[in-house]
């Protein structure tokens, strides 16, 4: 966990990951085994108040590592002034995991971050979920931010409970992010902005760690 919080917060964006097989720290293993099996990830739906329309900007980028890397372009939500008291903007998307015949893989982290820019009483909330369809369990991640606060933000976790395909199926990966401004007392005074948005183009919103692991036979 403490390789891919270097990783997520460097300023190179996933570079950092990808020069390992492994996304927890793990000794390097052999070629046959499960860290070396790749996993490719698509962009099926993108659909909510965030990213709805055909011009949505939703882009998904995966790696062999098991690293996925998720942007949201129109996540930005604005409270006061000029806009609503509260703004909240949500986007769900539906990914398909692919990973070789015999094998399945499991969520090992949810990542998000992104700028908040909030006047003193307003505040900010960001707040990530995957999980398989059909299935309950759920990897999430959630940020909570006050006024005054000026600057970027981070936050990574793995799941409290096992997020893990079955052997044999082929479950679509539901990500579903949100972001929550608030202005505050003082809507007409005091402005809150959260988004998601990265100063990057090659950096990422959401960030997600997938572990390949072999079925029994």
Request: contains cysteine; aromatic residues 4%.
């Amino acid at each position: 966990m403490e390789m891919m919080m270097k990783a997520f917060m460097a300023a190179t964006g996933v570079a950092a990951m990808l020069t390992s097989t492994t996304l927890l720290g793990a000794p390097a293993m052999a070629q046959d085994d499960p860290a070396d099996v790749p996993v490719t990830v698509k962009l099926t739906t993108a659909n909510g108040t965030g990213c709805k329309g055909p011009d949505h900007g939703v882009a998904v980028k995966s790696y062999p590592t098991g690293v996925v890397q998720i942007n949201l372009p129109k996540m930005q939500a604005k409270a006061g002034r000029n806009n609503p008291a509260t703004s909240t903007l949500t986007c769900t998307t539906n990914l398909a995991v692919s990973v070789p015949e015999g094998y399945t893989w499991a969520l090992d982290a949810v990542g998000v971050k992104g700028f908040a820019y909030l006047d003193e009483t307003t505040s900010g909330k960001a707040f990530v979920s995957a999980y398989l369809a059909g299935l309950t369990a759920t990897g999430t991640v959630d940020t909570a931010l006050e006024g005054e606060y000026s600057g970027r933000w981070v936050q990574l976790d793995a799941p409290s409970e096992e997020v893990k395909q079955p052997c044999g199926e082929s479950r679509a990966l539901n990500v579903t992010t949100r972001v929550n401004a608030n202005a505050g007392s003082d809507p007409k005074r005091h402005q809150a902005i959260m988004t998601l948005r990265s100063s990057n183009a090659d950096d990422h919103d959401v960030l997600l760690g997938l572990r390949t692991i072999k079925c029994s036979e």
